[in-house]
Every structure is written in structure tokens, then in C-alpha cells.
């Protein structure tokens, strides 16, 4: 089982800025989907971004498109999910995905079957 570990998520305030970490561990991330998803409490999971998803090789939902970047440096074996201009609907827990077959369908992140951890991003109002 591929093994990602997520790191920086923490209590900002809104309009605030957070990068977080998605480190693979044992592989390597070349040929893999990456995908950030998060889960706020008493919600369903929902995919935020991932690279290497779609043909145009960066996908974001509709809710965090414009402020969301998604990046990877391949030396450092990282994906980066940068967040700005922050809301408190952005709450909760962040998880970074990855599998050869992750890919987008009709605006849903599916075919992710190895999970991180997650971290927890809090924005205060």
C-alpha cells in the first residue's frame, strides 16, 4: 500500500493563508493522481483539487478555484496544496490521495485508494 503523509494545516484566521504537505513515502509520485480532499464535520468527503487528474492536468472544485493552487516539486517527492484568501467553510480535515487511476468524473474526484492521515485546517471567523 502506497503511504502519503499531509503536514502545515492549522487555526488561521479567514482571509488568512495556509500551504499544506503531501509527502510520498517508500514511491515515488511520477505516473500517480494526486488529490487533496477534506471532510468538514457532519459532511460527506469532497475532492478539493489534484494534478495529474484530468487532461488539463490541474482540476479544482468550483468552491475553491481561484484560491487554491495545487503544485509538485518532483525532487522533493511533494505535493503542495497552497490556500488563500480563506473561509471559515474551508474548515476541516485534509486529505491528500493518491492512485494510477484518481481522475475526475462529472466534477466528482474518484478511483483513490490510498489515503493519508489527514490535517486539520480550522478557520476562525
Known amino acids: 500500500e502506497l503511504q502519503v503523509v499531509e503536514s502545515g494545516g492549522g487555526l488561521v484566521q479567514a482571509g488568512g493563508s495556509l500551504t499544506l504537505s503531501c509527502a510520498a513515502s517508500?514511491?515515488?509520485?511520477?505516473?500517480?493522481?494526486i488529490g487533496w480532499f477534506r471532510q468538514a464535520p457532519g459532511k460527506e468527503r469532497e475532492g478539493v483539487s489534484c494534478?495529474?487528474?484530468?487532461?488539463?492536468?490541474?482540476y479544482y472544485a468550483d468552491s475553491v478555484s481561484g484560491r487554491f493552487t495545487i503544485s509538485i516539486d518532483n525532487a522533493k517527492n511533494t505535493v503542495y496544496l497552497r490556500m488563500r484568501s480563506l473561509k471559515p467553510e474551508d474548515t476541516g480535515v485534509y486529505y491528500c490521495?493518491?492512485?494510477?487511476?484518481?481522475?475526475?468524473?462529472?466534477?466528482?474526484?474518484?478511483?483513490?485508494?490510498?489515503w493519508g492521515q489527514g490535517t486539520q485546517v480550522t478557520v476562525s471567523s
Open positions: 490521495a493518491v492512485d494510477r487511476g484518481g481522475t475526475v468524473v462529472h466534477g466528482n474526484m474518484v478511483g483513490f485508494d490510498s
Open positions: 517508500g514511491f515515488s509520485f511520477d505516473d500517480y493522481a
Open positions: 494534478i495529474r487528474c484530468t487532461d488539463t492536468i490541474r
